[in-house]
């Protein structure tokens, strides 16, 4: 599992996980493709042998992936997905396109009827494709952020239903190891608010240590 947590705006922690510990951190600023490669090869080095990787969907992780370690499984968070719709069409979608996608978004965490819900999307896509490509007077697209939201599901929608198509490898659907870790984190961190940033550092990777 790979993810990351930001303090502030000033520095976060690039981690991988392996559903019982961290097994690769790095200090970053910002999620890049040069971090995640340099600790996927910095792993395989290492001797590990990674069967699948369940991330958020960042873009260029997955072609980097497959560079690195071939064709494994990938699997996109789905959590992540739910979130990525949500804030695009917002906890209130106004327009009927948006309830309806906003319905949909909620069977992402059904366990069954997989095609059926790819199905249902294209559907969806078709039955409203004339309001997704509406414009203004000034020739630009109308609802962005609905198109946006559609073109994320359908980028995506590959990755989705993995863990469930290889059952036999328990990957996680989700990254809710490490969201659970960085919660925990966090509050460890906000006791010592007093803390220097080295020493909290300092306190960080010592819990991501062990």
Do not use: W
Not at 126 to 141: S, V
Not at 154 to 181: A, Q, R, V, W
Not at 184 to 206: Q, S
């Amino acid at each position: 599992i790979i993810d990351a947590t930001f303090f502030g705006r000033e520095y976060g922690y690039l981690c991988f996980h392996d559903t019982r510990r961290v097994i690769y951190f790095k200090e970053i600023v910002s999620e890049s493709v040069k971090d995640l490669k340099e600790g996927l090869l910095i792993l395989k080095e290492a001797g590990y042998v990674i069967k699948s990787i369940t991330i958020d969907g960042r873009r260029g992780y997955y072609g980097n992936i497959r560079k690195i370690l071939g064709n494994i499984p990938i699997q996109m968070c789905i959590y992540h997905q739910r979130a990525i719709i949500r804030r695009y069409i917002t906890d209130r979608p106004q327009s009927e396109c948006g309830i309806e996608l906003k319905e949909l978004s909620k069977r992402i965490t059904d366990k069954e009827n997989h095609q059926l819900f790819i199905d249902d999307f294209y559907k969806l896509k078709e039955k409203y494709q004339f309001y997704l490509h509406e414009r203004n007077e000034a020739g630009e697209f109308k609802h962005q952020s609905m198109r946006s939201a559609f073109r994320s599901l359908e980028s995506n929608l590959s990755n989705i239903f993995i863990y469930s198509d290889s059952k036999t490898l328990n990957i996680p659907p989700t990254n809710n190891h490490l969201e659970g870790l960085f919660s925990h984190l966090k509050e460890r961190v906000n006791i010592h608010r007093g803390l220097r940033r080295d020493r909290k550092k300092k306190a960080v990777k010592l819990i991501l240590f062990f």
